[in-house]
Each structure stands twice: as structure tokens, then as C-alpha cells.
Nanobody, 126 residues
């Protein structure tokens, strides 16, 4: 069982930056693929980024490539999402998720992630 708590959301102007954190409980955190998803009002939850359990492989949605960076600190049981050059269309609730343990594949499918946080709101003003 993994429990996830996101933090770091807030209100920022377009072009600004935020760093989201996701703190995980459980001694096996280091074995999980981790992902970030987001959901804007009236839209489906979508994949933003994911990182393999070793941290050696990452994946990004096309809409955030070059602007967002995911990282994982197994010693701190925390995964981060550094978001730069934010745009109004990045406004959403951002969710952290834990996927399959020991998987070398970073999947963008919601169904492949078993544990979810409660989400943190990110609002980008124009």
C-alpha cells in the first residue's frame, strides 16, 4: 500500500514556475514507477509525466516537453515535477500516482497506476 500527498500548487503568472512535490509513505516507494497527471475543469484526466522506479527513464506529454522536468528522490520517498514557462492552459488539478513496481516501462495510461494522491491545484493567470 502506498499513500501519496501532493503539495506545491498555487497561483502563478504565465511564464512563471512551480515545483510540485509528492510525498509517499511505505518502505517500497523506491520500487514504483511514478507519474503525474492533471485534470482541467470539464476535461479528462491526462498524463503529464512519468519516471521509472530507478529514475533512469522518464516520459512527458508533448504539451509539456521542454518545460516540465520530473525527478525522484528515493531516499526522501518523494517525486517532484518542476514546471517552468507555465501557460494558462496548464491550469488544472495535478495528481501524483504510483504504478507497477519494478517496471522499466513508463506508461501514460491511467489504468496502469494503482495509487493516487488527492491532487493539488495549479492556476496560471494570463
Amino acid at each position: 500500500q502506498v499513500q501519496l500527498v501532493e503539495s506545491g500548487g498555487g497561483l502563478v503568472q504565465a511564464g512563471g514556475s512551480l515545483r510540485l512535490s509528492c510525498a509517499a509513505s511505505g518502505r517500497t516507494f523506491s520500487t514504483y514507477t511514478m507519474g503525474w497527471f492533471r485534470q482541467a475543469p470539464g476535461k479528462e484526466r491526462e498524463f503529464v509525466s512519468g519516471i521509472s522506479w530507478t529514475g533512469g527513464r522518464s516520459s512527458y506529454a508533448d504539451s509539456v516537453k521542454g518545460r516540465f522536468t520530473i525527478s525522484k528522490d528515493n531516499a526522501k520517498n518523494t517525486v517532484y515535477l518542476q514546471m517552468n514557462s507555465l501557460k494558462p492552459e496548464d491550469t488544472a488539478v495535478y495528481y501524483c500516482a504510483a504504478g507497477s513496481p519494478f517496471s522499466a516501462i513508463v506508461t501514460n495510461q491511467r489504468s496502469d497506476y494503482d495509487y493516487w494522491g488527492q491532487g493539488t491545484q495549479v492556476t496560471v493567470s494570463s
